[in-house]
């Protein structure tokens, strides 16, 4: 036993198998618990080169020792076993004496693992070969079959040859339809050709090696169940190769049309298409054709709702009696969100309403009219002789989101082993500013209370940080928390002794901020106050921080800190100059009757503080610095001058927050990637909310420039802080509402909603802003569309319109070059123009706008019929009809 011990742990596979050959089972039972205990030893650090060379002779080791099938299944694709894996033909030599009934057993239970435990597919097709059982159809062992029949290199053959030769084909074939995200396994193999898969297994349903109508109707099924984009491709290629007969496509028209009505848009393209070709034929009945356009005009997408009109005119034309049923079917298009869609169906039924007959049908297609835009409303009334019913319109009321609440936060936790819980929620996903304050609250206040109970509940949920038990010099750890103090985990350093309190003095008294950027002065002012809550904890240990906002956007009433300091006055403790600056910059100066009567009692506490605090609340702090435009590459950006209020009697490492911002201190590097400390810039100056955002501007920047990730999602959190909503701020919703990622445009929206709801948007601001940044390039028309739609869909259609109506005329002056008298159609529209029209245009139609829009006649009067020429003619007549009334 000591010898396979010895030869298991010196990696030696072959003597290990060998000697395991020599043994009985119960000797090999009894063997296990030291292989399971070897397991456990190598699982603690198994990257070092002795467990590296010991894991492939232990995994042989252990199937052969175990005599359960659950257990050799759970070792056999244990996840530590993974990296440095017996080969699968060594584990097969080693099961291979066992019976076959117990092999098929193992077999399948490893099939069973998900496809992200990687079972070779060799180690489990070599067991099915063993035992004889039938074969498994698992996601794991189907997905292994695929690859390992792809790898066509491996022995000079081709995919089709291969699937000749397996002889369990027509059950794994059967599987692969039933298969989740196989497509993209199949696509790496060539797209035609013997190495193809969807042409073998078309031509092996010619040769009747797979029977071809289950495997048509597996693949029309797997095409109407839906799944990822790769698999849509590779099955629908698929059923392209099998080239179906006329006779098969119209047995399966039922398929066709469930498919042209739910599946994804590339695969409802192509059952429309043979369905227009059996109805063009005379194979698709008049009620099977009205069945798939209700269904087919009903979708979102232009190309196939087009292509629906253009084959019920085709069939109108060779079946006008069909007129009755086809004419109705073709007005159910009067209600697509797209104007242009709708035009198209109201020539179509307007060239054949001629030959319905009926006042039944009269009135639905009078019905479906008032669906219509009002233009097309007001012609269907002449061209079909229908009228709609009348109604009073009813006066345009905007619907906007109702404003967030603000979140007032929980007072820090009481007890040591809930605020301990809280510390590790922290640290291990991050918090919201609320959370952030009030667990820091909580250390502070029982770091103050006993700092030795602290400490013990905190054990287990600092236990696994890496500086705990670094080996590392001191040096390189006070540089780590230097550079950037990590927030919460500065004060657990610090509770921890891992940190000189002459290192907390220097950042106190020097003010180590790591890089100058940007973003300095507001990294600069969040750090400062916990570098100086650290060295007081490990100094004089603070009752409480006096900063703790009273909301979650970092807002602090003023009343509650005029209480707090009289608290420090009562208890006799030193105010932190960093947290009183903090509370300050915090505490609510708008509402100028709480923050006079506070100032009042602050002034009759007669400290310092005190007469400091009744200064501040009733100084004008509303006053914003002065801004200047500068542009960079297709970017604009803002400047801003200086502001005193907050450079006088504040400490050095916030003075920088009233200093100009310039273009040019954006270049320098910056370190501040971490998305989650924005946020808690914001709660810096809850009530100065333009300073922050000058200083973020170029980071929204490059949401669309640039097409970064994430980099607006904070806007929400900017709509819902305080202060005057500026030139920055509206610029920033502009980069957002333009940005790549529709999550970001998403938020943007979100934050354009908020401040209308607030009465804090300019919509004219906005608009004009927009239209400069398309015009340079920065945002494209097809972003923006989609954020303006969505803001649209919510209700805020005046608040669309308003901002439209000032970044149209920016963009339509470039195209006003041409009209319907000159040579030439004008120059070339940007991407997404007439969609943006198309936006403005329902939205005026919605809100009753009337006005006149400057350069939209001359975009209206270019020659032809474009898209965007058709959307110009129809705003102008929407905003032309209340002028002519």
């Known amino acids: 036993m000591s010898s396979l011990m010895d030869a298991v742990r010196g990696g030696r596979t072959a003597e290990v198998v060998s000697l395991l050959d020599g043994m009985t089972d119960p000797e090999r039972r ?6 399971k205990a070897l397991r456990k030893e190598l699982r603690a650090d198994q990257w070092t080169a002795e467990a590296r060379r010991a894991y492939p002779a232990l995994h042989a080791a252990g199937v052969a020792c175990q005599t359960g099938a659950a257990g050799v299944a759970s070792w056999l694709a244990a996840s530590d076993m993974r990296w440095w894996p017996a080969s ?24 069973e693992r998900p496809v992200s435990a990687r079972v070779p597919y060799e180690l489990m097709a070599g067991l099915v070969r063993l035992s004889g059982c039938p074969v498994p159809t698992t996601e794991a062992y189907v997905h292994g079959w695929v690859e390992h029949i792809g790898h066509v290199w491996q022995r000079g053959d081709t995919v089709l040859d291969r699937l000749r030769k397996d002889p369990h084909l027509g059950r794994l074939a059967a599987a692969l339809f039933e298969t989740n995200d196989i497509g993209s396994r199949l696509a790496w193999t060539a797209v035609e050709g013997p190495n193809s898969w969807t042409a073998a297994l078309a031509q092996l349903t010619v040769e009747g090696v797979l029977d071809r109508g289950a495997t048509v109707d597996a693949c029309l099924a797997r095409l109407l169940r839906g799944g990822p984009a790769a698999d849509h491709r590779v099955f629908l290629r698929m059923l392209q190769a099998f080239a179906l007969t006329r006779d ?62 253009v084959l019920l005119g085709k069939v109108l034309a060779r079946v006008p009696a069909a007129a009755g049923e086809l004419v109705p079917a073709a007005a159910q298009a009067f209600g697509h969100q797209d104007s242009e869609v709708q035009e198209r169906a109201l020539k179509l039924v307007e060239r054949h309403v001629g030959r319905v007959r009926g006042s039944d049908v009269r009135g639905e297609l009078a019905s479906a009219a008032e669906q219509l835009i009002p233009v097309l409303r007001a012609r269907a009334v002449q061209s079909l002789g229908v009228s709609p019913a009348p109604s009073e319109p009813e006066p345009y009321e905007e619907v906007l989101p109702p404003a967030p609440e603000p979140v007032r936060l929980a007072p820090a936790p009481e007890s040591v082993a809930e605020l301990a819980e809280e510390v590790g ?19 502070v206040r029982h770091a103050h209370q006993d700092r030795g109970a602290l400490v013990e509940a905190l054990g287990p949920v600092v236990a696994r940080l890496w500086w705990l038990t670094a080996e590392c010099s001191q040096y390189r750890l006070d540089d780590y928390f230097v550079q950037q103090p990590q927030r919460l985990e500065l004060i657990l350093a610090t509770l921890l002794d891992k940190i000189p309190t002459a290192t907390l003095h220097a950042a106190v008294q020097r003010g180590m901020s790591g890089s100058d950027c940007v973003h300095s002065a507001l990294t600069r002012a969040f750090n400062a106050r916990i570098w100086e809550a650290a060295y007081r904890i490990r100094t004089e240990p603070l009752p409480f921080l006096l900063s703790t906002p009273t909301w979650g956007t970092g807002l602090l009433e003023p009343d509650e800190l005029v209480a707090r300091l009289d608290e420090y006055r ?85 003075r920088p927050l009233g200093r100009p911002v310039t273009v040019h201190g954006e270049r320098r590097h910056c370190y501040h990637w971490d998305d989650h400390i924005r946020p808690h810039w914001l709660a810096v100056l809850p009530e100065r909310r333009e300073l922050v955002a000058v200083r973020l501007l170029r980071d929204f920047s490059t949401a669309a420039v640039d097409d970064t990730r994430g980099t607006a999602a904070i806007l929400p959190l900017l709509a819902e802080s305080g202060g005057e909503a500026g ?67 919510t209700g805020a259609n005046a608040t669309v319109w308003e901002m439209l109506r000032h970044t149209l005329p920016v963009l339509l002056a470039d195209l006003a070059t041409g009209g319907a008298t000159t040579p030439a159609p004008g120059p070339a529209p940007a991407r997404g123009m007439a969609d943006l029209l198309a936006v403005a245009a329902e939205c005026a139609e919605r809100t009753g706008a009337r006005e006149e829009l400057p350069h939209l006649a001359r975009a209206a009067d270019r020659r032809g019929s474009s898209r965007l020429v058709t ?9 032309a009809d209340g002028l002519a009334a």
Do not use: N
């Not at 060594?90 to 117990?102: E, Q, T």
């Not at 996903?429 to 909580?442: C, H, I, N, P, Q």
């Open 30 to 35: 009894a063997l296990f618990p030291e292989l």
């Open 88 to 111: 699968p033909g060594v584990l097969i030599d080693v099961l291979g004496d066992r019976a076959p009934g117990w092999l098929a057993d193992v077999a399948h239970r490893i099939a």
């Open 248 to 309: 098969e496509q119209r047995e399966r028209t039922a398929d066709w049309l469930a498919l042209a009505a739910d599946a994804a848009s590339v695969v409802a393209g192509h059952a429309q298409s043979v369905l227009a070709s059996l109805a063009l034929d005379g194979d698709l009945t008049t009620r099977q054709l009205v069945e798939m356009s209700g269904a087919v005009l009903f979708r979102t997408e232009r190309k196939l709702v087009r292509g629906q009109l």
């Open 425 to 443: 929620a922290l640290l291990a996903s991050g918090a919201d500013v609320a959370t952030f304050e009030r667990t820091l609250d909580g250390l």
């Open 570 to 654: 009562r208890l006799g403790a030193r105010v932190s100059a960093s947290d009183f600056a903090q509370a300050l910059l915090r505490v609510r100066r708008t509402d100028r009757t709480a923050a006079e009567t506070a100032a009042v009692r602050a002034a009759a506490l007669g400290t310092a503080e005190g007469t400091r605090l009744a200064r501040w609340l009733t100084a004008d702090g509303t006053a914003l610095p002065t801004a200047q435009r500068r542009t960079a590459g297709p970017r604009i950006l803002l400047e801003c001058g200086e502001l005193l209020e907050l450079q006088e009697d504040f400490p050095p490492a916030f």
């Open 727 to 793: 030139a920055a701020v509206h610029l920033s919703v502009a980069y957002g509402l333009g940005a790549r990622h529709p999550e970001d445009r998403l938020a943007a929206v979100d934050a354009l909603l908020v401040l209308a709801t607030r009465g804090r948007l300019d919509a004219g601001r906005l608009g004009a802003d927009l239209g400069q940044l398309v015009r340079r390039g920065a945002v494209k028309p097809s972003r923006l569309v989609e954020s303006v739609r969505t803001a649209a869909a």
């Open 871 to 879: 959307q110009a003619r129809r705003l102008r007549s929407a905003l």
